[in-house]
């Protein structure tokens, strides 16, 4: 059998070149890492004890799949302290992780046909969903924003692709990979074409509590019928390979995603669900710790770039610097990365997946030694450079 | 926004009827239940002291999108030795469980706008998946050649519908609900019209380890290239709410359902997968004590219900008795299933979304007194009713 007798918008996908990249240059045992987008912290303990506990109360069998009661009732309270978010546990599903929870919602909300707006530089995964639903992805460049969506991008980029349905656009924020986030007033603003075009909002809060100095806000606060939103213990509880994630969304809307929920995977491992309830029950500070390192990180790493003549626009969430590579270099972001990787030793993403071949991305979920590494290679390039130039 | 603006697929599909049912009759404390497709056996020790290492040893990081590569190796080993699968390891995708095995291969193989050919009585998913991919599915009614599919059926069905490319064909074996076991001349008559017909193989194997006295056969000695086996530890291991399955296939094919899988999920819990390690590598004989049990418990139903002049297809494998309700009562699945429930508070599954409103299904995953509960429910069932004929 041939691969042509397969689905062409599975042929047309191409694999996370991310993961693929973080995959080659992991074949370097001495590679310094600033390239996933997973905290180098560990799992808290006492959600790493509730864990064990569940293990060994045999909770092994089939949680209903929206999942367990206790925990969508967790998060709906502990999101509603957070972020102001309003949802019942009736509201919110239990999800493999926030992947999970795009795909099918990618799925229940769009037919094929359909054009989605996505705001770039955008983390690529929700590019690779539209594709495999056979949506068409609209990208929309917000360089010249500072990386924020604006009411005038929305109008134009409809304005300019009449010839399709665009039935919704993701809002990530804090954003991955510049680490913008959005303020009040911004969102705010957005509120009143969004509503007029009749947009599902895909909004993806996944970082919202990594904010450095500003608050998190959801969109859900002035459009809560058409926003679905995408959340989970990825980040705020460094839980990226135990795999939960939450969808929040109104009830007419939510049902549906749950169906393709359930026939996608069934539900989230059942001991991990129990181990979420004990982090949203007792561990709303857990991101505390962490949210004081990457800021100190953060801001190292603004300086030292800054100090190399990096630009990128002021990251304020998320543990990401999306910076420009030096014209000098004259190099795309693939031949630039492979040659930090290969002659230094440091890896960091090339900016083409997210959409701009003259960018980086910088993960600071690395140690400090880590990002000092990244440092000197960089202001070793530059030295190495300029005795070139002469 | 209006549920008409989803996608029109998804609203089509109705959520799963079974679990639908299975969580309708457990608001019932006293309910005593056949219901579910999942063991009453614990997680084998040695495998929750596994996972329990990997939590302390902080395996909380995203693995590999594949699986990570001890599991895929062990994987590779395990089942060659019991079923004398031929994969290596990068022909194996680890997944959450046998459900997003099936998703990601259904994605990955069809198109829509494609049929697919699915032998009832069938596990309602299929279905479901065929619905959500824009997928025709094809029932073919396999109860007069005793829940076996047979060449005859396929090429009928073939010819009945040319109006539709029929791209693959789904085979349950052991099957799910009947617990039919095709024989290795069943499987191997198959083979010429498969072959012609250039069919798509979903092989779901899921209960292979769970058979009576017969071995299992798997389609992919005879058919490697079109074949798809969806298997994993839920059955074999008691591990069902762990969510930990595989799919096996030749390299062209599976490398497009990973990428399936990748933006479905990025990839099942990292301390399962360690601990589904220990699985594959030292619990060879986990299923040997629950098939024990399990066939005990099929021949005391197979006797008790034959003697209540019930009649069902002999069950070789997995843990069912799909059963036809007697004649006399004149009613359909739900409503015998729910009268059960009501009057005897015990749980069967309504025989409906598996294809046959005349049967109901009975797990024997559960314990021997349960077991005598249904046999007293059936009997007194079946005396009122001669009580009432008088």
Redesign the interface.
């Given at each position: 059998?041939?691969?042509n007798?397969?689905?062409?918008?599975?042929?047309a996908?191409?694999?996370?070149a991310l993961?693929q990249f973080d995959?080659e240059i992991s074949a370097d045992p001495q590679i310094v890492k600033l390239t996933?987008g997973?905290p180098d912290f560990?799992?808290p303990e006492h959600i790493?004890i509730a864990?064990?506990r569940s293990?060994?109360a045999?909770?092994?069998?089939?949680?209903?799949?929206w999942g367990i009661q206790t925990l969508r009732e967790a998060a709906s309270t502990y999101y509603r302290d957070k972020f102001g978010y309003r949802y019942s546990a009736d509201q919110i599903i239990c999800t493999?992780?926030a992947?999970?929870g795009l795909?099918a919602t990618f799925?229940?909300?769009?037919?094929?046909g359909d054009a989605v707006l996505i705001p770039t530089p955008a983390y690529p995964?929700y590019q690779?969903?539209a594709i495999?639903n056979?949506v068409t992805p609209i990208l929309v460049d917000t360089t010249e924003t500072g990386c924020v969506l604006t009411p005038q991008q929305v109008t134009a980029a409809i304005k300019s692709h009449l010839e399709v349905t665009i039935?919704g656009v993701v809002i990530t924020d804090p954003s991955n990979p510049t680490g913008v986030v959005y303020t009040e007033q911004q969102l705010a603003d957005l509120v009143p074409t969004l509503r007029e075009n009749?947009l599902?909002i895909i909004s993806d809060e996944i970082y919202g509590e990594l904010t450095y100095g500003v608050a998190h806000y959801s969109l859900s606060r002035w459009l809560p019928?058409?926003t679905i939103i995408i959340n989970g213990l990825s980040k705020s509880h460094?839980?990226?390979?135990?795999?939960i994630g939450f969808v929040f969304g109104?009830s007419?809307?939510i049902?549906?995603i749950?169906?393709?929920h359930?026939?996608?995977?069934?539900?989230?491992?059942?001991?991990?669900q129990y181990a979420a309830v004990e982090a949203l029950t007792n561990g709303q500070n857990d991101a505390a710790v962490m949210r004081k390192v990457y800021q100190k990180r953060r801001d190292y790493l603004k300086k030292a770039l800054t100090e190399l003549n990096m630009t990128f626009v002021a990251p304020m969430g998320a543990f990401y610097i999306f910076a420009k590579i030096p014209t000098a270099y004259h190099q795309d972001s693939f031949a630039f990365a492979r040659q930090l990787a290969r002659d230094y030793h440091v890896g960091v993403m090339p900016g083409t997946p997210f959409g701009d071949p003259t960018a980086i991305r910088i993960s600071y979920a690395s140690s400090d030694e880590n990002l000092r590494a990244l440092v000197a290679a960089l202001a070793s390039l530059n030295r190495a450079k300029r005795v070139a130039e002469r």
């Open positions: 059998m041939e691969e007798q397969l689905n062409p918008d599975v042929l996908v191409t694999p996370s993961r995959h996933l997973e560990n799992v790493q864990a064990i293990i060994k045999n909770q092994s069998h089939y949680p209903y799949y493999v992780g992947t999970e795909s799925k229940a909300l769009f037919h094929a995964v690779a969903l495999l056979h039935k009749q599902w019928d058409p460094a839980m990226t390979g135990w795999r109104p007419n809307v049902g549906q749950a169906k393709v359930q026939f996608m995977v069934t539900t989230p491992t059942s001991i991990v």
